[in-house]
């Protein structure tokens, strides 16, 4: 689960405020965090930089993590050079460039000391469709601010640690805002998908639920259908982050209340009190996404069409079924001592290897904490006689071997797991 993102007294004594022209606020960042990014991979990007006389900077997630005190599991990089006069630069540093597909967006890749580094022109958008944008090079680094989706991620970050802020994106992450940049319906135009990121950067950000902004709401609200047009998978990469986040049943539930679901390939008519239920017992547990979005469907067909829409994974879908399909049919034992009975029963019957992982799931669904503890411990026993052992004393037939097998297995599963080999052919009398 995502932790949430707070800036703490210690963190804010490293951050030295300043205030330039009105409608930018700059300030210098001193942390171990932003000084562990200076590798040798770095500091030779940056002289080439400096030698050409361009600008380089940390863009957007990476400033943020920053200034929330955390490592960042990505860093990017925007610069005032054009991707002609990177190229040229690297080539004559005799820096190698790889992954050549994002040049027509801006971004080139370059390699040193064995790291990549992903450096973008900055740019404006100058057409849009909702999903996809015409964009064009500038040298204007609030213009390019301006393009991106949310305030918190529309930060620069100077490699002397200057921070460059043009729409009070450092007040929100203090005060935990997610707000976009200006107008949200132009934001939330120029790409729908980031009605779903607003969504997920709540999880992250926002201290507690049901703090919106009505205007953000309304906005989303009249933009739903443009989630239509958007990939199934690019939507499942955002809403599996949200659902990991915090806040997820409250967003979820607002998914429903902004009439969104129908455009994400959730059912019409989920079932949100149990989804919120589920959630709410199971928070603790690190529920899958799937796990909480199997809440809202009412049969196995409902995650059929989901997956026909977002494209899950093999193993997302089969975990979905089976959690549909069996979290009322377990039921516990009547002994307290045999209630992981069932499951461990169900685990072994199943034969197949990944039955325990989705029975765990089916445990966290189920709110039963203690049993999940316990399974977790349990380690699934081999059973000891095969259809070797049996020839090997003269049974032939295949038809007898399998009977004699399944006989067998029930006998050892009634020792809860317990019998040896000898024991277990001992009572068929195979061995007289």
């Excluded at 707070?6 to 942390?31: D, E, N, V, Y």
């Excluded at 490592?71 to 460039?97: C, H, L, N, S, Y």
């Excluded at 989303?220 to 955002?238: D, K």
């Amino acid at each position: 689960m995502w932790a949430r993102i707070f800036l703490c007294p210690a963190l804010i004594r490293q951050i030295h405020l300043t205030w330039s022209h009105r409608s930018l606020i700059t300030m210098q960042l001193k942390t171990k965090e932003f000084e562990s990014l200076f590798t040798d991979g770095l500091v030779g990007l940056a002289e080439i930089f400096e030698k050409n006389q361009f600008e380089l900077r940390i863009a957007g997630g990476a400033v943020r993590d920053l200034l929330s005190g955390k490592w960042p599991e990505d860093v990017d990089f925007a610069t005032t050079a054009t991707p002609e006069e990177m190229k040229k630069m690297f080539q004559t540093a005799g820096i190698r460039m790889i992954n050549n597909k994002g040049e027509k967006h801006g971004t080139i890749t370059a390699r040193l000391h064995n790291e990549n580094f992903e450096v973008t022109t900055l740019r404006v958008d100058v057409q849009t469709d909702g999903r996809h944008a015409e964009v064009e090079f500038t040298t204007d680094w609030q213009k390019d601010a301006e393009r991106r989706d949310l305030t918190i991620n529309s930060m620069f970050l100077g490699l002397d640690g200057t921070l460059y802020d043009y729409f009070q994106g450092y007040e929100d992450l203090k005060n935990r805002k997610v707000k976009f940049v200006g107008s949200a319906s132009l934001r939330i135009q120029e790409d729908y998908l980031r009605i779903l990121r607003y969504f997920r950067f709540y999880g992250r950000v926002a201290a507690e639920p049901k703090q919106h902004e009505p205007e953000t709401l309304n906005a989303i609200r009249e933009n739903a259908n443009g989630l239509a047009g958007i990939s199934g998978e690019r939507i499942w990469v955002e809403l599996k982050k949200m659902l990991v986040g915090n806040h997820a049943g409250h967003l979820l539930e607002l998914i429903y209340e902004l009439d969104l679901a129908q455009y994400i390939g959730l059912p019409a008519d989920g079932s949100v009190g149990e989804m919120k239920q589920i959630w709410q017992r199971a928070r603790e547990s690190s529920l899958k996404p799937m796990t909480i979005l199997a809440a809202l469907f009412r049969n196995q067909d409902e995650v059929e069409r989901m997956d026909l829409r977002l494209k899950l994974s093999r193993e997302e879908k089969n975990l979905g079924l089976f959690l549909v399909k069996h979290r009322r049919d377990l039921v516990k034992g009547l002994d307290e001592h045999e209630c992981l009975k069932p499951y461990t029963d169900f685990i072994i019957d199943s034969r197949e290897p990944d039955t325990q992982s989705k029975v765990l799931e089916l445990l966290k669904y189920q709110g039963e904490k203690k049993l999940l503890d316990e399974l977790r411990r349990w380690s699934i026993p081999r059973f000891p006689v095969s259809g070797h052992d049996l020839r090997k004393l003269g049974i032939t037939s295949g038809k007898e071997i399998g009977t004699i097998l399944q006989e067998l297995r029930d006998t050892w599963k009634n020792s809860h797991y317990q019998m040896s080999k000898e024991e277990l052919l001992a009572t068929q009398q195979i061995l007289k």
